[in-house]
C-alpha cells in the first residue's frame, strides 16, 4: 500500500498568491482529516470528510481555507490569498471504515508565505 | 470537550535504559488513546493504540503503553530506549462517539549514545 499521498512536499509562495495542497488517501478508507502543524499551535484539525462529504469544518480558521472532496481517492486544501501567518506543515490523514481504527498520515506539505 | 496532556516537553535518556513519555487525558465517555511517533520532516506514525481490553498495550519498535483509568493515564514505555527513537512523540484521544482526535503539544525524546 502506498499509504496517504500529499503534494507539494514543499511550497514556497508570495503573500497573495492562491495556494493547493493536494491529498490522495489510503484507498479503501471512507475518513480524510486535514490538519495543520505549527510551533506555536501543535497539531490543529482543520476539516473532516466522512464519506466525500464534509462533516465538520469548524477548525477552517477563515474564508480564506477551501477544502473539497470531490470522490474517494482526492482531495484539496485551498488557500486563496496565503499570508505569512498561513506557513505551516499541512497534513492529510485517512481512516478505514472501523471506528477504533488509527489515522494514517502523509507526508506533509510545507508551506512558507512570504 | 477532550484534551491531552504531555507534561514533559523533552525526555532525555541514556541508550540503553528505560524510556517513559508520559500523557494524560480528559474525554466524555470511554476513551480511545493513540501514541504516535513523529521524525523531522516527516508525517506522524502510528506506535499503537487503546480501545478495551488490556490495560497493558503493546505496539511497533518494542514500545507499550499502559492504560489507567482511575489516574487517566496512558503513559508510553520501553524497556531500553535506542538513539534511533530519538524523535518528537504525541499522545492522542478521543471519545468512542467521537471521530475528533485531540493531540497533545508533544514531547521530544533524546536517546544519547
Known amino acids: 500500500d502506498a499509504g496517504v499521498i500529499q503534494s507539494p512536499r514543499h511550497e514556497v509562495t508570495e503573500m497573495g498568491q492562491e495556494v493547493t495542497l493536494r491529498c490522495k488517501p489510503i484507498?479503501?478508507?471512507?475518513?480524510l482529516f486535514w490538519y495543520r502543524q505549527t510551533m506555536m499551535r501543535g497539531l490543529e484539525l482543520l476539516i473532516y470528510f466522512n464519506n466525500n462529504v464534509p462533516i465538520d469544518d469548524s477548525g477552517m480558521p477563515e474564508d480564506r481555507f477551501s477544502a473539497k472532496m470531490p470522490n474517494a481517492s482526492f482531495s484539496t486544501l485551498k488557500i486563496q490569498p496565503s499570508e505569512p501567518r498561513d506557513s505551516a506543515v499541512y497534513f492529510c490523514?485517512?481512516?478505514?471504515?472501523?471506528?477504533?481504527?488509527?489515522?494514517?498520515f502523509g507526508e506533509g506539505s510545507r508551506l512558507t508565505v512570504l | 470537550a477532550q484534551s491531552v496532556a504531555q507534561p514533559e516537553d523533552q525526555v532525555n535518556v541514556a541508550e540503553g535504559n528505560p524510556l517513559t513519555v508520559k500523557c494524560t487525558y480528559s474525554v466524555s465517555g470511554n476513551p480511545y488513546l493513540f501514541w504516535y511517533v513523529q521524525y523531522p520532516n516527516r508525517g506522524l506514525q502510528f506506535l499503537l493504540k487503546?480501545?478495551?481490553?488490556?490495560?497493558l498495550v503493546k505496539g511497533s519498535y518494542g514500545f507499550e503503553a499502559e492504560f489507567n483509568k482511575s489516574q487517566t493515564s496512558f503513559h508510553l514505555k520501553k524497556p531500553s530506549a535506542l538513539v534511533s527513537d530519538s524523535a518528537l512523540y504525541f499522545c492522542?484521544?478521543?471519545?468512542?462517539?467521537?471521530?475528533?482526535?485531540?493531540f497533545g503539544a508533544g514531547t521530544t525524546v533524546t536517546v544519547r549514545a
Open positions: 490523514a485517512s481512516r478505514g471504515q472501523s471506528n477504533t481504527g488509527e489515522l494514517f
Open positions: 487503546y480501545i478495551t481490553g488490556d490495560n
Open positions: 492522542a484521544v478521543r471519545g468512542s462517539n467521537d471521530y475528533k482526535l485531540s
Open positions: 484507498s479503501g478508507h471512507n475518513s
